[in-house]
């Protein structure tokens, strides 16, 4: 489903949590949605969901706004970073009011995922870990088969091995069948393979929108003598400059490849790094 947002702002108290915001997402893919505390990433995501008005501008799904329109709301899952269900209902039947509610819901899935996330159907929500309920979320993201499937930073509470096993589960059901899947998180370094697309937002306005794939391309960190790198760098946007031992390693916009070439050292810059980067700058300029 194609999602335009056009001209987005909201507003809480006279400070706006999104500032005249204009991208669109055009393919089903996975996108990462980042941005530091406070950066308007949930409001977004609320936004797009139904949840809430914007004070301005819009967001179209497939040329419809999603606000009070419960046929196009059904092709939207927003997972948040806890309180998704009530708590006095049981597992079982969290899942049995989702599976009304999304015509794509994927019972046979939904029962799989009960089982590999060691969850007791018959426990009531009050009752189950932050954890636990986290990947309760998390079943019902992935099982909504929802086309566009929003995580907002799902896995409160949850290990590194269950983490693990959610970015598994997100990939094959990705690879099986794939949707628009809107994923924000501020665990970037090890969510950051998953993304196709990032966005990253800064006090309400988008800083980058750009492929993860030529992100990792067009950006590298180069190392090699004092000489060399500044030799290499001088005609490149350098980001972040580090001295050690008469060595220096320099984190740019430039080809890891041409680096190379000119006999330095060259490796991918993590996406954390360059998101830090870009909402300093922005702050600075
Ligand atoms: N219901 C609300 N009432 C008042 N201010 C709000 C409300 N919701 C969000 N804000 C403000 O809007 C701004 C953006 O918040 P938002 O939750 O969208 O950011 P975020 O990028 O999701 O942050 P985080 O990564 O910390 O979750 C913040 O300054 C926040 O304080």
């Not at 991208?23 to 980042?34: A, M, N, R």
């Not at 999304?102 to 995922?113: I, M, N, S």
């Amino acid at each position: 489903m194609k999602i335009e947002v056009k001209n987005l702002s909201k507003k809480y108290k006279g400070n706006y949590a999104l500032n005249n915001v204009s991208f669109t997402l055009e393919q089903p893919k996975i996108y990462g949605l980042l941005g530091r505390n406070g950066a308007g990433k949930t409001t977004f995501m609320d936004i797009l969901s139904g949840n809430i008005l914007a004070n301005q501008g819009q967001i179209l799904v497939d040329g419809e706004n999603p606000f009070d329109n419960q046929q196009l709301t059904e092709s939207i899952c927003l997972i948040k970073e806890g309180n998704n269900f009530k708590k006095d209902l049981s597992v079982k039947n969290v899942l049995k009011i989702y599976s009304y509610f999304y015509p794509t819901w994927d019972k046979e899935l939904a029962a799989v995922l009960v089982k590999e996330f060691n969850l007791s159907p018959k426990a009531k929500v009050k009752t189950l870990s932050k954890g636990m309920e986290s990947s309760l979320g998390i079943i019902v993201g992935l099982a909504s088969k929802a086309p566009i499937t929003i995580f907002d930073e799902p896995y409160i509470g949850l290990d590194a091995a269950a983490r693990k096993k959610f970015y598994q589960l997100l990939l094959e059901e990705y690879e099986a069948e794939k949707r628009t899947i809107i994923f924000s998180t501020h665990l970037i370094d090890e969510a950051s393979l998953l993304f196709e697309e990032v966005l990253i937002l800064q006090e309400g306005s988008v800083v980058l929108q750009e492929e993860a794939e030529l992100l990792r391309d067009n950006t590298c960190v180069v190392s090699g003598t004092i000489e060399e790198v500044e030799k290499f760098i001088k005609d490149k946007e350098v980001f972040e400059r580090k001295h050690l031992a008469g060595m220096m390693t320099a984190y740019i916009y430039g080809s890891m490849h041409e680096a190379k070439i000119h006999g330095l050292k060259a490796e991918g810059v993590p996406i954390q790094e360059l998101m830090i980067y870009l909402t300093e700058r922005k702050k600075g300029a």
